[in-house]
């Protein structure tokens, strides 16, 4: 497969997520198993990464501090999505969706129509990968190639968006890659997008505070990926998105840890929410 190495940037941050689920997926007691997260892994080790020792070290430090991280806010946003479509949300966004396979491996009831956004070069790569596989998804899927900086909400509209129905919002790892301005006016968007009864979801709390993100950009392995860190919206989201017309609820790291039977492991993991419009 000709996938050259067009992967770049931000981009190669979805195929770190990919590798953590795909160790994730082999557990026994795994959280949740995406059938594909070893396929990317496996593709982009051999077109993608210039020096696979050097990206099989990055990836053991990536474990090592978003490990668990990453394998509970799959598995949390797994579950809200799939409450977020029985409560009667049929549409579902996933901005910056890099690698998630959800639109092929979660039990979605019928109708349900789902968006992934992300920029060209990954969701190229993407694309490319899942046909290899004969990936076939469990719901109606449309890919769009954009700039999540960019006019997004028209080509969102334009690809079949129904502004008048709820919506299920996901935004896992993306604001931490954008600035202040640009996360706001991202955030901004999806409340004007969101009819009653929409949903979102993501991460939070400060970025400046958290110890664990101070732990990362003091590894210099993880430099390739920390040096991409813009701040995100610099200031919590859970009281911002109360102005912004959202009903917020939040659960800690440790909180998950221990509803998902993994208590005991660090937890000074930045925090996670489920959102809704009244
Ligand atoms: N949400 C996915 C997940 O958790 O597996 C991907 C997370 S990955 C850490 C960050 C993603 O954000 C990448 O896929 C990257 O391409 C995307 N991204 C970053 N900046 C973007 C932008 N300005 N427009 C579109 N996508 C962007």
Redesign the pocket.
Request: hydrophobic letters at 55%; a negative charge.
């Given at each position: 497969m000709d996938t050259g190495n067009r992967v770049t940037g931000?981009?190669r941050?979805?195929i770190?997520?990919?590798a953590l689920?795909a160790m994730e997926s082999r557990r026994p007691d795994a959280l949740f198993v995406d059938p594909y997260a070893e396929a990317f892994v496996a593709e982009a080790m051999t077109s993608i990464a210039e020096d696979p020792a050097v990206a099989a070290e990055q990836l053991d430090q990536a474990m090592r501090l978003f490990g668990l991280h990453?394998v509970l806010?799959?598995r949390y946003y797994d579950d809200y999505l799939l409450r977020a479509a029985a409560a009667g949300c049929r549409q579902v966004v996933?901005?910056?969706?890099?690698?998630?396979t959800r639109a092929f491996r979660l039990d979605w009831p019928d109708g349900v129509r789902l968006f992934e956004?992300?920029?060209p070069d990954?969701l190229d790569y993407k694309e490319r990968v899942l046909a290899a596989q004969r990936a076939v998804a469990r719901c109606a899927r449309t890919v769009l190639r954009?700039?999540?900086?960019d006019d997004w909400p028209a080509r969102l509209v334009e690809a079949g968006l129904r502004q008048g129905e709820p919506t299920a919002w996901?935004i896992?790892?993306?604001l931490v890659?954008?600035s202040a301005d640009?996360a706001a006016r991202l955030l901004s968007a999806v409340g004007d997008l969101s009819a009653p009864g929409s949903r979102v979801a993501c991460e939070h709390r400060d970025t400046a505070s958290n110890p664990l993100l101070a732990r990362a950009r003091a590894t210099p392995e993880m430099d390739e990926v920390t040096s991409l860190w813009k701040g995100g919206l610099g200031e919590d989201l859970v009281p911002w998105l109360g102005r912004h017309g959202w009903r917020v609820e939040a659960v800690d790291g440790a909180e998950l840890a221990e509803a998902y039977g993994r208590a005991g492991a660090e937890v000074d993991f930045i925090g996670f929410l489920t959102a809704v419009r009244d």
């Open positions: 931000v981009s941050t979805a770190g997520v990919a689920r990453i806010r799959t996933l901005l910056a969706a890099g690698l998630d956004l992300d920029l990954l954009v700039d999540l900086r996901l896992e790892g993306l890659y954008l640009e």
